[in-house]
């Protein structure tokens, strides 16, 4: 079975992370386990001066600061097999303000 554990590199991931070590009779090394973070946009106005390759490597740079641990953890002390998934993305255009002046005409 494949089992998805979501990590933010917070306390709480690291009691959910003890919780899985300690019970090696429901989370066995027959199972696949998949860490997931989110890696929180770049400000599209920024991302207009940053080069694609510079922009995938923060995202891949922010979501290792995470992952790395968890990995090193499972690998480790429980010794069970895990992969990782971290998903960041350039967002598309800057949202248009509603509140743009309109021209008056008399």
């Known amino acids: 079975m494949k089992i998805l554990l979501p990590v933010d590199g917070s306390r709480y991931t690291k009691q ?3 919780y899985v070590a300690a019970h090696e ?3 066995g090394s027959q199972h696949e386990y998949i ?3 989110v890696v929180a946009s770049v400000p599209p ?3 207009h001066f940053v080069g694609r390759t510079a922009l995938q490597g923060y995202y891949k740079a922010e979501a290792d600061k995470v ?3 968890a990995l090193a953890f499972a690998g480790s002390t429980v010794g069970m097999p895990a992969r990782c998934r971290s998903k960041g993305r ?3 255009r800057w ?3 509603r509140n743009r002046r309109r021209s008056t005409s008399s």
């Open 95 to 97: 949202p248009r303000s």
């Open 45 to 47: 106005h920024v991302t």
């Open 67 to 69: 992952l790395a641990p």
């Open 35 to 37: 860490f997931a973070t």
């Open 90 to 92: 350039r967002p598309k």
């Open 25 to 27: 009779e429901l989370f």
């Open 16 to 18: 959910m992370l003890g």
